[in-house]
């Protein structure tokens, strides 16, 4: 309880570090690329298990013979079982066709099969777009409503970076994206505000009992050290959640789980040493200006 | 008063894990839950409408259509098949438990559209005017015996009258099937389609497609998904797994932090979890695997509230305040930032919601239900709890607290 970190006044180390965090990111994204699945890109993902070992080579021959050969296979398992075949979009025939060949391969078990067309990925892409705006205006809104607007600026700066440095390091993993992803990206929005939320009810809460001459500074250090524990516990049971997810909920919601996990992990750090700050500069800076010119233009 | 705290606490304790036991080994919810075909096995396809030049979509075109799909499904005999428009002018249709799934979504999706016309290319009769269309074998030949309804057979007879001696070519969609000669005036309105049939299933099929009438627009298919049964079960295993483990570290984690009081958020995160089930089943909810992340998700958002408020009663308790006095101040202190921390995920559920496709509706609407009964058995369960076990004492030795 004795803790008493100083927030602060490091700042500029926190910007710093998180520049650093953000231009890493930045990287990930727009030089490594993210790894669109089929559900962005269109095509066809085939799980097929064999009834004995096979090799990629063979089913890559059959691929060849269709001129599929910018397919992808990929071996699930140790056994040299069950391939995870991804094709570019195909037609119900050629599919059909595909199928029966790989029968020279071995015979095997059609275990699951999607295909999508890329009509749905550019829609999937407009779609998330727009929700993220939504949400963007929504949640500014109401933190104007019920806190201020500096704050809810201030908070979605601290989130915008939360995502993009979530976004940048599943971009690095580079795992396969799947539409969970955008509903990943989505929860982040909603769920790591929280925690923004919850300092700033704190600072909200103490201004108003600010004692005469303290500093507003103080009133913030104060208040995240007052909400420090609680910021890491709450993301810990959420984090506990996702990791039970990402390692035992099998492999169709791997990119959900791993989005979430450093989306939470992100925004609790953004929340503690982005979002404060930067209202508390916001906020200091306007105390300045109102001092500099004591009848505001703007009578608030 | 403390006694009877005591009792009180024991007694509301021992009935919630008499009913939790009761639920996890008697299963009355989960055998009654709807999975989705993720978790079932099955089969699902988007077809999209893609309408000739000049023959616009409408709302009539597209119920049309759904009707002649589920007709069809009817014929495949699916249980609980479900079909239902999407945005403006897309097909969903969902086939749990369907064997031959790429010939089953082969048939849907095909159009059996029948024309009769005149020698000089005029198109006299069409598959809207039959009442029947049966598969059948006449003169050792595969074909489709139609039958037209009145006002069809009228035109049949009125063209078989006047064009005696000629041909009467039949179009199945567009191309040329055969081109009989009329023998003779043709009264009853019956007449045999011998296509180039190989079976006579291949031409039930179509006898079968031309009863369902023709899709009044052609229908491109744009996704499919297959799952095998096995894989729908083994996702059922590892997503109860994952939730099994998630429920037992978050509550080991809440009660190495908080200790009693972490134990009976503990009990009250139970309580969630089943309220959670319950209302997903009590609204007819379809659980797909993105649903069970959102289960497990909001397991772990549950205690959020718990945790702040439990914070803040350690945080009054250290500035001095008595046990009782302490867990007032801190719960109401504390409700003001839960409701305004759990808005904005309800926001960015409702959008979701709204915006995404079926299974990430699925996502959305347990994270709203979630945070709704989180608000009660992590605020008011709780609260109540702690009252009680403030009022026995047990709260009053300040470590059981502040741990």
């Known amino acids: 309880m004795s803790l008493k970190l100083d927030f602060i006044k490091h700042w500029k180390l926190w910007f710093i570090l998180s520049a650093v965090v953000t231009v890493i990111a930045l990287y990930g994204i727009f030089v490594r690329g993210l790894n669109y699945g089929i559900d962005f890109t269109g095509g066809t993902q085939m799980n097929l298990k064999f009834s004995h070992a096979i090799t990629t080579q063979a089913v890559n021959r059959v691929l060849a013979q269709d001129h599929l050969s910018q397919s992808t296979v990929v071996m699930i398992g140790t056994a040299h079982r069950q391939v995870l075949v991804t094709t570019p979009t195909i037609s119900v025939g050629q599919r059909s066709q595909l199928l029966g060949k790989m029968k020279a391969v071995g015979s095997y078990q059609e275990i699951s099969t999607s295909q999508v067309s890329s009509i749905i990925g550019q829609q999937t892409e407009r779609t998330?777009?727009?929700?993220?705006?939504?949400?963007?205006?929504?949640?500014?809104?109401?933190?104007?409503?019920?806190?201020?607007?500096?704050?809810?600026?201030?908070?979605?700066i601290a989130l915008l970076l939360d995502v993009i440095m979530a976004v940048g390091m599943v971009a690095l993993i580079h795992v396969v994206l799947t539409t969970y992803f955008i509903m990943a990206v989505l929860t982040i929005f909603g769920y790591s505000m929280n925690d923004r939320i919850i300092v700033f009810d704190r600072i909200r809460e103490n201004l108003h009992r600010q004692k005469k001459n303290e500093p507003v500074q103080d009133v913030v250090n104060r208040s995240l050290n007052q909400v420090l524990i609680r910021s890491i516990n709450t993301s810990t049971t959420v984090m506990l959640a996702l990791a039970a997810l990402l390692v035992l909920g099998g492999a169709s919601l791997?990119?959900?789980?791993?989005?979430?996990?450093?989306?939470?992990?992100?925004?609790?750090?953004?929340?503690?040493f982005i979002a404060s700050p930067v209202w508390l500069l916001w906020r200091l800076r306007d105390d300045a200006r109102r001092k500099a010119n004591p009848k505001p233009v703007r009578a608030d | 008063m403390r006694q009877r705290s005591i009792l009180t606490l024991v007694l509301l304790v021992a009935v919630f894990i008499a009913a939790g036991s009761y639920f996890s080994v008697f299963n009355p919810i989960t055998n009654h839950l709807k999975y989705g075909l993720d978790l079932r096995g099955g089969v699902a396809a988007t077809y999209q409408a893609e309408p000739r030049p000049g023959e616009p979509v409408d709302s009539k075109t597209m119920a049309k259509?759904?009707?002649i799909l589920s007709f069809r499904i009817n014929k495949l005999g699916v249980t609980e098949p479900v079909i239902q428009q999407v945005g403006k002018n897309r097909i969903s249709v969902q086939l749990p438990?369907?064997?031959?799934?790429?010939?089953?979504?082969?048939?849907?999706?095909?159009?059996?559209?029948?024309?009769?016309?005149?020698?000089t290319g005029k198109v006299l009769l069409t598959g809207a005017d039959l009442s029947n269309a049966v598969g059948s074998i006449q003169q050792g030949q595969y074909g489709v015996s139609l039958t037209f309804d009145s006002k069809g057979a009228a035109i049949f007879q009125a063209a078989t009258?006047?064009?005696?001696?000629?041909?009467?070519?039949?179009?199945?969609?567009?191309?040329?099937?055969?081109?009989?000669?009329?023998?003779?005036?043709?009264?009853?309105?019956?007449?045999?389609?011998?296509?180039?049939?190989?079976?006579l299933k291949q031409a039930q099929n179509t006898a079968l497609l031309l009863q369902s009438g023709a899709l009044p627009v052609p229908l491109k298919r744009i996704s499919l998904v297959t799952v095998s049964a096995t894989l729908g079960h083994q996702s059922i295993v590892a997503s109860e797994r994952a939730a099994a483990i998630a429920i037992v570290l978050i509550g080991l984690a809440m009660i190495f932090w908080y200790r009693l009081a972490g134990l009976l958020a503990d009990i009250a995160l139970g309580v969630y979890a089943?309220?959670?089930?319950?209302?997903?089943?009590?609204?007819?909810?379809?659980?797909?695997?993105?649903?069970?992340?959102?289960?497990?998700?909001?397991?772990?958002?549950?205690?959020?509230?718990?945790?702040?408020?439990?914070?803040?009663?350690?945080?009054?308790?250290?500035?001095?305040?008595?046990?009782?006095?302490?867990?007032?101040?801190?719960?109401?202190?504390?409700?003001?930032?839960?409701?305004d921390s759990n808005a904005t995920t309800f926001i960015s559920a409702i959008i979701l919601f709204f915006l995404g496709s079926g299974d990430v509706k699925g996502f959305a609407?347990?994270?709203?239900?979630?945070?709704?009964?989180?608000?009660?058995?992590?605020?008011i369960l709780t609260r109540a709890f702690i009252r009680l076990a403030a009022d026995a004492g047990w709260a009053r030795i300040r470590a059981v607290f502040v741990g």
């Open chain 1, 128 to 156: 998330a777009l727009l929700a993220v705006i939504l949400a963007t205006v929504a949640i500014i809104i109401y933190i104007t409503v019920r806190f201020e607007f500096r704050f809810a600026v201030a908070g979605i």
């Open chain 1, 254 to 272: 791997r990119d959900f789980s791993l989005t979430m996990l450093l989306g939470v992990f992100f925004g609790t750090f953004t929340s503690l």
């Open chain 2, 65 to 67: 259509a759904i009707q």
């Open chain 2, 97 to 119: 438990g369907v064997k031959n799934q790429e010939q089953a979504l082969k048939f849907l999706g095909e159009t059996a559209q029948l024309e009769i016309k005149s020698p």
């Open chain 2, 161 to 199: 009258t006047k064009y005696l001696g000629k041909t009467l070519p039949i179009y199945l969609n567009g191309k040329l099937v055969e081109a009989p000669q009329v023998q003779q005036a043709i009264t009853g309105g019956k007449a045999f389609m011998s296509g180039n049939f190989t079976s």
């Open chain 2, 274 to 339: 089943f309220l959670l089930v319950g209302a997903l089943w009590a609204v007819h909810a379809t659980i797909t695997i993105p649903g069970i992340a959102g289960i497990i998700l909001s397991m772990g958002m549950a205690v959020d509230a718990n945790v702040i408020i439990f914070s803040r009663v350690r945080e009054e308790m250290v500035n001095g305040k008595t046990p009782r006095a302490a867990i007032e101040v801190g719960f109401r202190n504390a409700i003001r930032a839960i409701m």
């Open chain 2, 365 to 379: 609407l347990t994270l709203m239900i979630g945070i709704i009964i989180s608000l009660f058995t992590a605020v």
